[in-house]
Nanobody, 115 residues
Framework: QVQLVESGGGLVQTGGSLSLSCSVS????????MGWYRQAPGKQRELVAT??????NYADSVKGRFTLSRDNASRTVFLLMNGLKPEDTAVYYC??????????WGQGTQVTVSS
């Protein structure tokens, strides 16, 4: 069973930076897509950034501020968040999708940006 182990997050002031990481464990299932989604209170979960082995996509709201990187050897994805804004406050969830279309989620990590 695939398990996504998340770390990072926390509290930061507006304009600050935080980083998140997520690793695939407990399974050697080949992974195609890895990335991050977020869900703010009262809102739907939304895509932040995702990557395949050859491409990376960002939500318009984070382009130029967030950077997603991926280490395929360790099956880890990193999200560096710069220029954080209060509207970035949310629970951030790691997401992974296998080549067969199976989807997995992490437990979520809180990111809070104070104004």
């Amino acid at each position: 069973q695939v398990q996504l182990v998340e770390s990072g997050g926390g509290l930061v002031q507006t304009g600050g930076s935080l980083s998140l990481s997520c690793s695939v464990s407990r399974s050697s299932l080949p992974i195609n897509v890895m990335g991050w989604y977020r869900q703010a209170p009262g809102k739907q979960r939304e895509l932040v950034a995702t990557s395949t082995p050859t491409d990376t996509n960002y939500a318009d709201s984070v382009k130029g501020r967030f950077t997603l990187s991926r280490d395929n050897a360790s099956r880890t994805v990193f999200l560096l968040m710069n220029g954080l804004k209060p509207e970035d406050t949310a629970v951030y969830y790691c997401n992974a999708q296998s080549w067969a279309g199976n989807e997995f989620w992490g437990q979520g990590t809180q990111v809070t940006v104070s104004s």
